[in-house]
């Protein structure tokens, strides 16, 4: 293993021994004798303390040198003291600068508007609350990973560079391939995991997805992160259990391990630590029931959009799954409901307190006949689907899955204004520096 040295959250295994931090300086302030500077690592944040008759001249006036996110080495002795920040503090006994910026940073504890931060995302990366936010993006990432590894989930690597489109032909990035011509940028791994789950069983892949979508909402996104399971075997309902237990999982998982991350951004855990299952399940129908009760003008066939969901979410204390719907709102993959054949077995699910889809699922076409007329019906090129109907050629059987957008449930978990600040470089309609 590698020792990296100290490191701020290993602090109180230090108290009383000297020792040096490596960081940025994320606050500084003097008051005649003594310098509070405010040191970040990467690993939390540490008070040091430099007092001016316990160090050298020199360092004392490099001190009035430093400047916010100044990078230094700073050397001292690690003290318990319950009213610094994170309960420790160093009284500083040596400072190498590192580097000190000519110019002021930027971002400063005033209110920025959020252009001029998403134009400066390389730097707010660095600020307290995104560290936070992302720091939980990461374990998000790692518990889900971990939920699949342990129930028995192979994970598949899907392709980005496809030859069939995935999921809705309006909203596609294009490339150019070769002698092929143009190669469209995944929307989704679903039609790969189709056939893997053929081979395993029950497979998951996690990776980046592009949407060429004109929206501009606080949910959308033109390339996200998305992490999809398809199991051999299970119908559409098993897929909603499924999809329950994943959910109840990371998310216990994240209020467990997280806590001080969101304490910190200000999250209330109160309504998470409520999901667990079982979800409520209502019907497309009984959904636009709701939604017409509450006054708004759906009708049924219609698809239920980003204000649809609002409403439906904010109606559930718990993430609630949409089933069945028409099937002229859904992808063309879909199987039929034998009961109803104007709707397809299938589901959102929503999360609560406004947030909205945070999971697509359904029970797959299994019959190669039906898929085929429906491939032909969306006008699709027949020749790029033969593979995904060979599926349905040797040995087809009942299978299901669904995809959950990584950035739309972290927005969520962290009750974020939208998925720009879930995701370390978004990717959106205007937006593709930095
Ligand atoms: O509902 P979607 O389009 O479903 C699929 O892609 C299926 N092929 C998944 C499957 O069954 N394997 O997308 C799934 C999820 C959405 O519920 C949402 O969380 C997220 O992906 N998503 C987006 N997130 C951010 N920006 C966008 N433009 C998104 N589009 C979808
Ligand atoms: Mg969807």
């Known amino acids: 293993m590698i ?17 040096t931090i490596r960081g940025w300086i994320s606050h500084i302030r003097s008051s005649g004798a003594l310098y509070f500077i405010e040191v970040r690592d990467g690993t939390g944040y540490m008070q040091t303390v430099v007092v001016r008759d316990e160090v050298s001249d020199e360092i004392f006036d490099t001190c009035s040198k430093l400047k916010i996110e100044s990078s230094l080495a700073v050397t001292g002795t690690i003290r318990a003291d319950s009213r610094a920040p994170g309960g420790f503090e160093m009284i500083v006994k040596d400072i190498e600068p590192l580097h000190i910026p000519e110019q002021e940073y930027p971002i400063s504890t005033k209110a920025h508007g959020v252009d001029f931060l998403m134009e400066n995302r390389h730097l707010w990366v660095r600020s307290g609350r995104q560290l936070a936010i992302l720091r939980v993006r990461s374990e998000l990432i790692k518990v889900l990973r971990d939920y699949f590894h342990t129930n028995g989930y192979v994970l598949i690597d899907t392709p980005i560079l496809t030859g069939a489109v995935g999921e809705s032909s309006g909203s596609f990035f294009e490339t150019e391939y070769f002698d092929f011509g143009k190669a469209t940028l995944a929307q989704t791994g679903q039609l790969y995991l189709e056939a893997a789950a053929s081979a395993f069983n029950k497979v998951f892949c996690f990776g980046p997805t592009f949407r060429a979508e004109k929206s501009k909402t606080r949910r959308h996104l033109a390339e996200f992160w998305m992490v999809e399971a398809e199991v051999a075997f299970y119908d559409s309902d098993q897929n909603m259990s499924l999809q329950e237990d994943v959910i109840s999982y990371v998310i216990q998982n994240i ?98 307190e406004g947030y909205g889809e945070i999971i697509g699922g359904s029970q797959r076409n299994d019959d190669h006949d039906s898929l085929l007329a429906r491939i032909k019906e969306e006008k699709l090129n027949v020749e790029l689907y033969r593979w995904y109907l060979d599926i349905r050629r040797y040995g087809s059987v009942t299978h299901s899955g669904f995809g959950l957008g990584i950035e739309r449930l972290l927005a969520f978990i962290c009750k974020l204004p939208h998925v720009r600040e879930a995701i370390p470089f978004p990717r959106l309609i205007n937006r593709l520096y930095p």
């Open 3 to 19: 020792e990296d040295g100290f490191m701020i959250s290993k602090s109180a295994d230090h108290v009383g021994r000297e020792v």
């Open 255 to 352: 209020v467990n391990s997280c806590g001080r991350e969101l304490e910190n951004i200000g999250r209330d855990v109160g309504p998470l630590k409520k999901i667990k299952p079982p979800f409520p399940r209502i019907s497309y129908t009984e959904a636009v029931e709701i939604l017409v009760k509450k006054g708004l003008p759906v009708e049924w066939g219609d698809d239920i959009g980003g204000d649809e969901e609002t409403v439906l979410s904010e109606s559930f204390e718990k993430p609630v799954f949409i089933y069945n719907y028409p099937k002229g709102v859904k992808a063309f993959y879909m199987k039929p409901n034998p009961e109803d054949d104007r709707t397809v077995l299938c589901n959102d699910l929503l999360a609560p």
